[in-house]
């Protein structure tokens, strides 16, 4: 298990692949971000209910919302903070009660994650939110687990499951949902901690994450969205984490910025989600190009998409077409590290970047093109 403190280095950018780079017109960036393969590793299957699904499972099991409408629902989604974003999070995923529930929202996630190329998905569940509510956790996670094996089978989706420890809650809890989670424990590869930041560090679950890793559980937890910098700090030292899911607040602190490049700590970053919560006001102050400009392990994701305007290709076209200075290398690099920062085996991150590669080369004309000063952005 690869910690914080184990110094690395990225891998080079093979010589042909860095000419192909170079010779990919402006023009051909939108198609490299949409081909290319890449891996999606902060994506709560929770958070891919659209409004359509929510009411036809309402629908199916009875359940009353407080909306009229698909309309009236989607109208809510007028977020200003984390919380405010959570209290409709929480009651989308109130119709979620039958294993064939969770096989649907998870099954509709896979198509479109297949159609924007993604080969990888380590998809987080909150068991927690139906737990509460009376579901049992086996109904949860065979529905997602039979999707995960359909989405490989039909797919050809890699696709893991994450659990994820709600931090609003207290550790007790997260100790009876992982003791609920055992019997099942080949269906997951690892843990996490997300939903509400600020006033829950990461501290708080120390001693649930120490038996996680005692467990051989893969883990990961949200800090540095809304919470200071200090909660990247606390869940490297305290929690051992192996990736930092967001982690944009870590600029401010460039002792942890050194850290965090030396050691390659991924950081699972969500543009569209930063942006729709205000993290950043717009999506041109996004500070993607200068977390990948310090040598940080950056990737892009989709976090909550069917809540937050995009899937994981409208992340990469809306962020490239606002921030210029991101480019074909900036696209080829972020694709390469989601690899890096999966925990996927060798032979397939190998396999992947190959085909990175393919793509890139397919897209790169042979020889170098004419100048063309109006190409200088990407449109969707």
Not at 44 to 59: K, M, N, Q, T, V
Not at 131 to 159: D, K, M, W, Y
Not at 283 to 300: F, I, S, Y
Request: with cysteine; charged share 20%.
């Amino acid at each position: 298990m690869t910690t914080a403190s184990e110094p690395r280095s990225p891998a080079p950018i093979p010589p042909e692949v860095a000419a192909d780079l170079a010779r990919l017109p402006r023009e051909r960036l939108p198609a490299l971000l949409r081909r290319m393969p890449k891996a999606e590793l902060h994506i709560h299957i929770e958070g891919s209910l659209e409004p359509e699904l929510i009411f036809d499972l309402a629908r199916r099991n009875g359940v009353a919302l407080p909306y009229p409408s698909v309309e009236a629902l989607r109208a809510a989604y007028a977020f200003t903070d984390l919380q405010s974003f959570l209290d409709i999070y929480y009651a989308g995923a109130s119709v979620l009660l039958q294993e064939q529930d969770f096989f649907d929202m998870a099954w509709a996630y896979f198509e479109k994650a297949a159609a924007d190329n993604v080969v990888r998905a380590e998809v987080f569940f909150d068991p927690q939110t139906h737990t509460e509510r009376g579901v049992p956790f086996e109904t949860v996670i065979r529905g997602l687990h039979h999707a995960c094996q359909r989405a490989h089978a039909e797919l050809g989706i890699s696709a893991q499951l994450i659990l994820c420890f709600l931090r609003h809650l207290s550790e007790e809890d997260a100790f009876d949902t992982l003791e609920q989670a055992l019997p099942w424990r080949k269906y997951f590869i690892g843990v996490g901690l997300d939903s509400s930041e600020v006033g829950y560090p990461p501290e708080k679950f120390a001693r649930v994450f120490a038996r996680c890793r005692e467990l051989g559980l893969q883990v990961v937890a949200h800090a540095g969205e809304e919470g200071p910098p200090a909660y990247i700090s606390s869940a490297l030292d305290v929690l051992q984490v192996q990736r930092i899911d967001h982690g944009v607040r870590c600029l401010e602190d460039a002792a942890l910025v050194q850290r965090l490049a030396a050691s390659r700590m991924p950081l699972t970053v969500c543009p569209l989600s930063n942006v729709k919560l205000k993290v950043f006001e717009r999506m041109a102050d996004h500070n993607l190009p200068a977390l990948l400009a310090a040598g940080l392990c950056a990737t892009v994701h989709s976090d909550d998409p069917a809540y937050f305007g995009g899937y994981l290709n409208q992340n990469f076209i809306d962020t490239f077409a606002a921030l210029p200075q991101l480019g074909a290398t900036e696209a080829y690099t972020l694709a390469r590290n989601s690899f890096e920062a999966s925990f996927a085996d060798e032979r397939s991150k190998a396999v992947w970047t190959a085909e990175l590669d393919a793509v890139l080369h397919t897209l790169a004309p042979s020889r170098a093109p004419g100048p063309n000063p109006t190409q200088d952005r990407v449109t969707p």
